[in-house]
C-alpha cells in the first residue's frame, strides 16, 4: 500500500511558494536618493582664517571648472563660490562646527575644525567628486546574462529556499518509507 509522503509534498510546495514570492517580491531597484552624498559626517581640518580649500572632480578625477559650492550652517547658506579651471575654490572666514557642503545635487555633512582641534583623521584639502552614480550593494539588478533584472534578495531567497528544500526531499527520501508500528509491550 502506497501512500503519500507529506513532508515530500511540503518542501516542493515551499520551494514553489518561495521561488514565486521572491521573484515576484518589490525589492527596490531604484538609485538612492540624489541629495545624498554619503552617510554620516567627514571631519575637515579648516587652515589659517578658517579657510577651506576643496577640489571638486568627476568620477575619473578630472577637474571639474565653473561649479557652484555653497556652505551652509543651520540651514542657511554662509559661503558661495565657483570652482577654478582647475576645480578648486578656496573660502575663508569659516568657523568650526556642522556644516553642509553644496555642489550642484550633490550633499556632503562634515564637520569643520580647527588646526589645533582637528582629529588626525581629519581632511586637510578634500576632494568632492561631482556626478557618477553610487553603487551600494543593496541595489540594482544582478549583473550578468544569466539573472538579468533580478534583485539579488529576490536570487539569494531563492537560492536559499532551493537548497533547504533540496536538504530536506534528500532526508526525507530514504527507503525507511514503510510504516512499522510500534512493538507492544
Known sequence: MN??????????????LLTFSALMSTVSAAPP???TGGMGFRDIRLGDGGQLRLQVVSPA????ARQIVSIQHEGKEI?????SPQGQVLIRGLRPGLHLIQVGRQQLNCRLWTARTAPPTALANPAF?????????????VPGPLFPNVAPAALATTVTAAAVAAIIIGKNSGDDSTFVPPASP
Open 79 to 83: 559661503a558661495r563660490s565657483q570652482t
Open 61 to 64: 578625477g578630472q577637474p571639474i
Open 33 to 35: 536618493a540624489p541629495n
Open 3 to 16: 501512500t503519500p509522503r507529506p513532508l515530500i509534498t511540503l518542501p516542493v510546495r515551499l520551494l514553489c
Open 129 to 141: 567628486v561631482l556626478g557618477g552614480t553610487a553603487v551600494r550593494g543593496q541595489y540594482g539588478p
